[in-house]
């Protein structure tokens, strides 16, 4: 656990929305540790998410997912999602995804205990990087 500690450090910087109707997905610079940009989750983000999902492959194996630079983004999911796989059989109310600079990507959740976990995909992320208009 003391090997996720720089993760979760880095994750607690995502702000929490306060008294807002609309659920918003957070893009974090890794190098800054700032939110860059907030942007309303629509069912198309949703569906991305799902389909990242159903395209989980491995567990991440290494030490810390998050590198040096990069970004993540973290996308709160209503309704819940169900992941079943080997790893992990939850549902899940957010995800983030960690994009370090010149690697792939990866999938990270929380269980029902609040412990990370971090998942390898095989699904490209440019679609929802252009629902989100980042870069």
Do not use: H
């Not at 939110?35 to 810390?64: H, L, M, R």
């Not at 796989?85 to 960690?98: F, G, K, M, R, Y």
């Amino acid at each position: 656990m003391n090997l996720l500690l720089p993760l979760i450090v880095s994750i607690s910087f995502f702000t929490s929305p306060v008294n807002t109707d609309v659920t918003q997905v957070e893009i974090f610079d890794i190098e800054t540790e700032q939110v860059v940009k907030t942007v309303p989750t629509t069912a198309c983000i949703q569906s991305e998410v799902e389909n990242y999902i159903d395209s989980i492959y491995d567990i991440f194996k290494g030490v810390n997912p998050v590198g040096e630079t990069g970004f993540m983004v973290k996308i709160p999911l209503d309704p819940t999602i169900t992941i079943d796989n080997e790893w992990l059989q939850s549902e899940v109310d957010t995800v983030i995804i960690i994009q370090p600079e010149n690697e792939d990507p990866y999938l990270l959740t929380f269980d029902e205990n609040n412990r990370p976990r971090v998942f390898l995909f095989d699904s490209p992320i440019e679609g929802l990087l252009e629902q989100l208009e980042y870069p």
